[in-house]
Nanobody
């Protein structure tokens, strides 16, 4: 059965870095497009990054371009989101997601950027 488990969130100062992980089970991450979203209370869930199936090419939202980098480790069946130069507005709950017949979501990991 499909499962996604995120980790790596936490409290970080502006300008700092975090690396989020999303361990997948029940399917191969190389066979499906993987996405990272974030949710801020009162706002719609925002697509942050997409990792294409196959070659693993990535696309990032304009708001994070140049600061965040999504990646994939096929051997570990895990996707990552490296977040650098974090800003206050990056605060939120980050989710990884995949569509395998239907949408699956992890439980989310909280990222708080605060001084």
């Amino acid at each position: 059965q499909v499962q996604l488990v995120e980790s790596g969130g936490g409290l970080v100062q502006p300008g700092g870095s975090l690396r989020l992980s999303c361990v997948a089970s029940g399917f191969a991450v190389s066979d499906y497009a993987m996405t990272w979203y974030r949710q801020v209370p009162g706002k719609e869930r925002e697509l942050v990054a997409l990792i294409s199936w196959g070659d693993g090419s990535t696309t990032h939202a304009d708001s994070v371009k140049g600061r965040f980098a999504a990646s994939r480790d096929n051997a570990k069946n895990t996707v990552y989101l490296q977040m650098n130069k974090l800003k206050f507005e990056d605060t939120g709950v980050y989710y990884c997601s995949v569509h395998v017949g239907r949408d699956y979501w992890g439980q989310g990991t909280q990222v708080t950027v605060s001084s």
